[in-house]
């Protein structure tokens, strides 16, 4: 079983994308099952809607899962299996204040140490715990021997007892903390492998303590993805536009596209363009490389581009507002000028819109469009061409730039011949 772990408190970063196409590729590669766990107990910071978006986006990305778990439903097995660790003594009731620990983390950064809980309510007597009513969070035993990960990426990674320190596992108000209900949730759903950031991995020692802590002894791997780093060679922040996936979409970059650079960002696909579906013959995460991912808005226009030629006529141009493979035809004239298909829209919208005349062509235009609406229709652009010329008179500079302008809305852009082929069904509602 794998898992995509969202929390719906932002716009979808593109490394959480990446992070679920790397789950939804090697979950086919397994043959296993991938879940969506909406990790939503901070409730302060989540974002009503946020967790439908999410599911939204994955659909449209052709990611395919078999169960939605929001992690606040599994609430009651925190509390009961941090209960198990206290009964254990494998856990503790610390009464330690906000402010005093805060001033032991003053001491040890004066100190110029790292800071560790300093186990004061580890050994208590229990009459001491029991008849203390001050606010309490729960804590885990510091491990007693070294923990060592297997990461596909990284290789073997060790994290000393200290580094993993006495931990909280409960929070004052008995909501779980973030590593506490991440190990449990992972364990009650028999996770096998867990695909995530590098931000996680010094979450990930106190998660397989808490789990070898509660006597869960199955083995589980890990990969942790290398960082993307910006156009400016910095870690991609929610500031940055290009870092929302709900951003690119709307800047007119398709689905396959996006998920095509970045199954190829730090990879070594057999080939530049692919879809999803082929990356599951070739993806491994044993080639990763190491090193942080670099993010190219060119070259996901460039990707996104020949996509875009890939589709078939009707595809286009539904993604101009129609669903007719002479409108199809016509939009792939104007990829050669554009990358997303919001500038391919911005090309062809203009064309069905109402015209704007240059004062310079006004009298010609209007000449043309009486003619026109009272014409025959024309199946070849030439002889449209020689009816309008003798019918108006109009010829050279007279005739080409109105003509333009009168069935494109705009005074440069492709062979016009080639853009009457795929619009002289239309001319009727083009000029009125």
Known sequence: ????????????????????????????????????????????????????????????????????????????????????????????????????????????????????????????????????????????NRPDETITIQDHIKGDVSFEPDAVDSFIIMNQDKTPTYNFACAVDDMLSDISIIIRSEDHINNTPKQEHIRASLNYNKKIEYAHLPIILNESGKKMSKDDNTSSVKWLLEEGYLPEAIANYFLLMGNKPPQEIFSTKEAIGWFNLNTISKSPAHFSIDMLKHINKEHLKALDAKELSRYVGFADEEIGELARIYLEEVETTKELKAKIAPIFAPRVIPEAFAEQIELMTNTIKNASFFEEYDDFKNYIMKETGLKGENYFQPIRILLTNAEHGPDIAEVYKYIKNYLGEIIK
Request: charged residues 30%; contains cysteine.
């Open 1 to 140: 079983m794998l898992r995509f772990a969202p929390s719906p408190t932002g716009d979808m970063h593109i490394a959480s994308l990446r992070i679920a196409l790397f789950n939804y590729i090697v979950a086919k590669q397994k043959g296993e099952d991938l879940i969506v766990r909406i990790e939503d107990t901070d409730k302060e910071k989540n974002i009503e809607g946020k967790d439908k978006e999410i599911l939204d986006i994955l659909a449209l990305f052709g990611i395919e899962y078999t169960q939605v778990i929001h992690q606040s439903q599994n609430v009651r097995f925190h509390s009961a299996m941090a209960l198990q660790l206290l009964h254990e003594k494998k856990a503790f009731s610390c009464f330690c204040s906000s402010a005093w620990l805060d001033k032991k983390r003053e001491e040890a950064k004066e100190a110029k140490k790292p800071y560790t809980y300093d186990d004061a309510c580890r050994n208590l007597p229990p009459e001491l715990v029991i008849d203390n009513t001050s606010p309490f969070t729960i804590r885990i």
